[in-house]
C-alpha cells in the first residue's frame, strides 16, 4: 500500500476511536499555502510591473508653457526658483556670466536634496552631502551624485522666459 494511503488510513482510524470536532482540522494545508504564497508573489510581480509603467507614463506628461521670468530683470550671475512642471516641483533659472539661460530642477539627483547656486564659486551645491554640479550642464562634478540634474527646456519670446519641458 502506498505511503500515502497508510496515512490517510491511521488518519480514518484514529478519527474512529477519537470523534470530536477540531478546529484546527479546517486550517489551510501545506499545499494550500504553498499555492496562496504563488499566487501572492505572482500579483505582487505584476503589480510591480504595472506601478513602473505608470510611473513612466506620469512622467512622459506633456507641461504647458510657463513663464518663469523676464530676462532682463534677471542679473547675471544669479538664480530664480519657481516651481515646474507642478506646484511640489521646484526648480531654478539661472542667469549664467556668460549671458546664457539655463533651468534645473532645484532636486539633487543623488538623494533629492534641494541644490542651490553659488555664483561665486561657479556651481551648484547640494548640502545634504556635498555634492556638486556643473552650473551650464547639470552634469556632477564632485561628491556622491552619479546622474545629471533634470533639465528644464526654456524658450524665449522677446524679453519673457518660458519652462517648456523637463528633460530627466
Known sequence: MPRGAVAAETRRRWRGEFPYHWDADDLT????????AVYASGALFAST???????AVRSLRIAEAQQVALASQVPPASAVYFNYPDSDSQAMLLHLPSGEFVAFS????????????QPEQSRLYCPCHEGVFSPETGDPVAGPPQRRLAQITLRQDGDVLYATEIQP
Not at 501545506?30 to 496562496?36: A, N, P, T, V, Y
Not at 510591473?49 to 510611473?55: E, K, N, P, R
Not at 532645484?106 to 547656486?117: E, G, I
Open 29 to 36: 494545508s501545506r499545499r494550500g499555502l504553498l499555492q496562496f
Open 49 to 55: 510591473g504595472v506601478l513602473a509603467v505608470l510611473g
Open 106 to 117: 532645484q532636486r539633487c539627483s543623488h538623494l533629492s536634496c534641494a541644490v542651490y547656486y
